[in-house]
């Protein structure tokens, strides 16, 4: 009874789109059914395309590749189904990025293209519809970049493209579907094709209107998403501003820009001086491009950065000169696509003089795995936890049942009031912010558990009734036992430094000093 409810919990968020669609496709696997591609005509397109993101090396030469801090050298022949590393680490493979990386030639690329084509009948995880994007988008943009003329290559791309038309992830939605339909704008214009621009760019402005806040966040709450789903659009966008094509309108492209403007409104908004982002829900290192990248990028397209407020994404912050946090004071977002949002109601980030203070641990894995379980917990984040359960129902990897709902009781610059309901008795915290000072009041009629998790070069000292943290200190009072704890801060995918945390017990009611 137990896992019929934790399904019915997970299931009921799901639009029908969701299950008609995942019934659909596999019906259509099982029979074998194959999506028909009209015969390519060839019109020798003379696009235009300027790379303005240099993305990260992970092509390191021969047949080897580094991806998600995880190293690989293929010696003779590339096994482009390679899954000893886990399906994202395939997925980055056959995504293509490393094209566009820094100090690839021309020749090069031409080759790792060749030695694709030459295994295409016998591609798994590739020639679904996410990688297929992803692969479509990055080989369009490399041979306009290096002025190749291969009708074989695009050839492929013409597949590609009419496989994805027929496939769309309607099954997921969420940012799938986005880059589905970023892929099928850029490849119709590159291709010429009218059938398949007409469904890209309808996808495309129907899911911008459905997944952009209007604070301008990316619905699923992630800031490494969120800085994906730009970078796409800003490409999308100089794709359709350079290559004249008559299917293309003004219309078209002015509401594109409108929707990037509102994202770069959102990123200023939660982007940090050093030019990072907190890593809220499921955000690293070493994924997306960096926000400065971004706003660069807005500025040669002509897109000018929106004036928000954070409101509707649930994200809000706090600062003044000496103390800056940025708090998840929402409920989690795009019920029916949760798979990247964590059990972290009420979290938060703290900066002290502009430093990192206290930090969302982040996640290093996308498998499975108790580890993954672990760092989408709400234990592992700056938040109370009641009876060691989740605030939310988090599970398997990429699905929640059962949700806390999150409600904010007062909005201010300097004082913020809020309430979650993810356990038997509500949850409230508020924060003030003071000069040189940051007060946090927790309630909750129960015994509980407040965690904190630093830096890495931040070593608590207990120096009770006070804790000792460099030149900070954090008093608190209504503890009944404070406890330091070793955790892993995650850099990127595979990769963490040990760090400290902080567990501190209490009943009905707790109050933090964080003194800078």
């Not at 060839?42 to 696009?47: E, V």
């Not at 080759?111 to 679904?128: F, S, V």
């Not at 709400?378 to 359960?389: A, R």
């Amino acid at each position: 009874m137990k896992k019929v409810l934790l399904y019915f919990h997970t299931l009921k968020y799901l639009k029908w789109k969701q299950v008609r669609y995942r019934a659909y496709y596999y019906l259509r696997k099982k029979l074998g059914i194959e999506p028909k591609i009209p015969e390519y005509k060839d019109n020798n397109r003379k696009a235009d395309f300027t790379n303005h993101v240099i993305l990260y090396k992970t092509w390191l030469g021969g047949n080897a590749f580094r991806f998600l801090n995880l190293e690989k050298d293929f010696g003779n022949e590339i096994d482009w189904n390679y899954s000893g590393y886990g399906k994202l680490w395939t997925y980055n493979l056959n995504y293509f990025e490393f094209l566009l990386q820094e100090g690839i030639s021309k020749e090069a690329g031409i080759e790792l293209i060749g030695k694709y084509i030459a295994q295409y009948d016998g591609l798994k995880d590739g020639k679904e519809p996410f990688p297929t994007s992803l692969r479509l988008v990055n080989w369009i943009k490399f041979l306009i970049i290096h002025k190749i003329d291969d009708v074989n290559i695009r050839e492929y791309i013409h597949q590609d493209a009419w496989r994805l038309y027929h496939y769309p992830e309607y099954h997921l939605l969420g940012n799938h579907l986005l880059e589905n339909a970023f892929a099928l704008v850029i490849g119709s214009v590159y291709l010429e094709d009218y059938r398949l621009f007409r469904k890209g760019i309808n996808i495309l402005e129907s899911q911008l209107d459905e997944q952009i806040l209007n604070d301008g966040a990316h619905f699923e709450l992630s800031p490494m998403y969120h800085c994906l789903m730009l970078y796409r659009l800003q490409d999308c966008i100089q794709f359709l501003q350079v290559n004249h094509w008559q299917m293309v309108s003004q219309r078209n492209i002015d509401k594109l820009v409108e929707y990037a403007g509102k994202m770069m409104g959102w990123l200023k908004n939660i982007s940090y001086s050093d030019n990072s982002f907190p890593h809220f829900n499921d955000s690293t290192n070493g994924i997306a491009p960096l926000p400065v990248q971004l706003f660069e990028y807005g500025r040669l397209l002509g897109i000018n950065t929106s004036t928000l407020l954070l409101k509707e994404s649930g994200y809000r912050r706090l600062r003044n000169t000496d103390i800056d946090m940025i708090v998840m004071a929402g409920s989690i977002g795009a019920a029916y696509i949760p798979g990247h949002a964590h059990a972290d109601s009420l979290s938060f980030e703290c900066r002290l003089n502009n430093h990192p203070f206290i930090v969302d641990m982040g996640i290093s894995t996308y498998e499975k795995t108790q580890l993954r379980q672990m760092q989408r917990s709400t234990q592992s984040h700056n938040t109370v936890v009641v009876n060691n359960k989740n605030s939310s129902e988090v599970w398997g990897g990429f699905r929640v049942a059962k949700r806390a709902k999150t409600k904010i009781l007062f909005d201010g610059s300097d004082r913020l009031s809020l309430v979650h309901f993810g356990y038997e008795k509500p949850v409230f915290r508020e924060f003030i912010l003071q000069s040189q000072s940051l007060k946090i009041l927790d309630k909750v009629e129960a015994e509980a558990d407040l965690f904190l998790h630093f830096n890495p070069d931040i070593l608590p000292v207990l120096n009770l009734p006070e804790i000792m943290l460099g030149s900070a200190t954090i008093l608190f009072n209504g503890a009944k036992s404070i406890t330091v704890h070793d955790y892993n801060y995650c850099l990127g995918f595979n990769k963490t430094t040990p760090a400290k945390k902080l567990c501190v017990r209490f009943e009905k009611q707790l109050e933090t000093i964080i003194k800078a």
